[in-house]
């Protein structure tokens, strides 16, 4: 069975600039939520969603936005990004909310 | 404001050692401890304690809650050079549906 993929695996961007990020779940798993982690640090949570509806929402401007689709793959958005949105985010998914989470491997952004 | 702490930050032992890492958190509503080891980049799942005083273990892996210390410890013996990893420490409160993570203890196992 495929585990959590996400796409790109890497990403340059110019700060100002907008990115997507993309998470598919493992085949069953309803819930997909989204941490930052910066070098050096733990994750940290920025979004949750569970069929297809927010759940929770982390200490994030509104510059980060998500989405979830009826498939429950995700999307993360952020906008006119900055230097420190620099990061590994990762996504995880679980079968329902409050159940054990299993992480991709991440897209790492750098924003120059 | 919740935290999670763990230590020590990092640390570099040979094959063979045995190894102990801690973790101490402050959260409002506690449900359950979890433990992580992220070896490049998507963090994997170790153990989850919600009972004080019951060890769980898996292999070399040993881990136990302490809630009256507001701690937990990772045990890991007989180390060898695939346990060198990031391992995270997350508090999980009722209510909430997310996981606060500390900083990570690096682990390097040298031959």
């Known amino acids: 069975d495929a585990g959590v993929t996400q796409s790109p695996t890497h990403l340059i961007k110019t700060r100002g600039q907008q990115v997507t990020l993309r998470c598919s779940p493992i085949?069953?798993?309803?819930?997909v939520s989204w941490y930052q982690q910066v070098l050096g640090q733990g994750p940290q949570f920025i979004f949750q969603?569970?069929?297809?509806?927010?759940?929770g929402r982390g200490n994030f401007p509104d510059r980060f936005s998500a989405r979830q689709f009826p498939n429950y793959s995700s999307e993360l958005n952020v906008n006119a990004l900055l230097l420190g949105d620099s990061a590994l985010y990762l996504c995880?998914?679980?079968?329902?909310?409050?159940?054990?989470?299993?992480f991709g491997s991440g897209t790492q952004l750098s924003v120059l | 404001e919740d935290k999670v702490v763990q230590s020590p930050l990092s640390l570099v032992v040979h094959e063979g050692d045995t190894v102990t890492l801690n973790c101490s958190y402050e959260?409002?509503?506690?449900?359950?401890l979890l433990w992580y080891k992220q070896e490049k980049k998507a963090p994997t799942f170790l153990f989850m304690l919600?009972?004080?005083?019951i060890e769980k273990k898996s292999g070399r892996l040993s881990s136990i809650l302490d809630k009256k210390e507001l701690s937990s410890i990772l045990n890991i013996t007989a180390t060898q050079t695939g346990d060198s990893a990031i391992y995270l420490c997350?508090?999980?409160?009722?209510?909430?549906?997310?996981?606060?993570f500390g900083t990570g203890t690096r682990l390097t196992v040298i031959p």
């Open positions: 085949s069953g798993h309803k819930s």
């Open positions: 969603y569970y069929e297809k509806e927010e759940r």
């Open positions: 997350a508090v999980e409160r009722a209510g909430a549906n997310n996981l606060f």
């Open positions: 959260v409002t509503n506690f449900r359950s």
């Open positions: 919600t009972s004080s005083g």
């Open positions: 995880a998914s679980s079968l329902a909310i409050r159940e054990k989470l299993f």
